[in-house]
């Protein structure tokens, strides 16, 4: 729900309309999607006034507290967050479990133990253990244990791009 004030703040409520979470964030992940899933592993990823991130849970706790410049919302058991101008990954707890470094920031969420990462001029693939994968100019999602991958040929331009499947080994299935 959106607060009637001019400032837009966000609140939670559940089907019977009792409240979840009060308005007073400047943010919840997930509500301006087409697709929205706003809890995810059980915790709502929200934003306070001051613009710095956090999770509560479905009660309405705050679980994880609002000291990050950026996150994403949790999938398989971790998120995506940046403290102090660098990435990296944290468990439901809060506690850090890795580090992205070398400039690299999150692109969203994990799937099939797979996320998306960008240093700007690359993608990558990186595992739920940190270790990069794969690198390559452009990269979709895991959905179902496959990726969709793509490439050009001479003109490089969209009307020269081919698309075909990659499975999580990073084994092309589909040419």
């Known amino acids: 729900v959106?607060?009637?004030s001019k400032d837009y703040h966000y609140g939670l409520i559940d089907t019977k309309g009792n409240l979840i979470l009060p308005c007073i964030y400047k943010g919840i992940s997930g509500l301006h999607t087409s697709n929205p899933q706003i809890?995810?592993?059980?915790?709502?990823?929200?934003?306070?006034?001051e613009r710095y991130h956090g999770f509560a849970d479905i009660n309405g706790n705050i679980v994880i507290?609002?000291?990050y410049e950026d996150a994403h919302p949790f999938s398989e058991g971790l998120a995506a967050v940046k403290k102090?101008?660098?990435w990296g990954v944290i468990d439901k707890q809060g506690n850090p479990v890795w580090m992205l470094g070398d400039g690299w920031r999150a692109c969203g969420s994990f799937h099939d133990g797979i996320m998306v990462i960008t240093n700007g001029a690359?993608?990558?693939?990186?595992?739920?253990?940190?270790?990069?994968l794969k690198k390559s100019s452009?990269?979709?999602?895991?959905?179902?244990g496959y990726a969709l991958t793509e490439t050009y040929k001479e003109l490089q331009d969209w009307r020269s791009y081919r698309y075909g499947f990659i499975d999580t080994a990073m084994n092309e299935i589909i040419p």
Request: charged fraction near 20%.
């Open 2 to 4: 959106e607060s009637k």
């Open 39 to 49: 809890i995810r592993d059980g915790l709502i990823a929200i934003e306070n006034e």
């Open 65 to 67: 507290p609002c000291e």
């Open 84 to 86: 102090n101008g660098q």
């Open 122 to 132: 690359r993608n990558a693939y990186v595992n739920n253990q940190g270790t990069i």
């Open 138 to 144: 452009n990269l979709h999602s895991f959905n179902n």
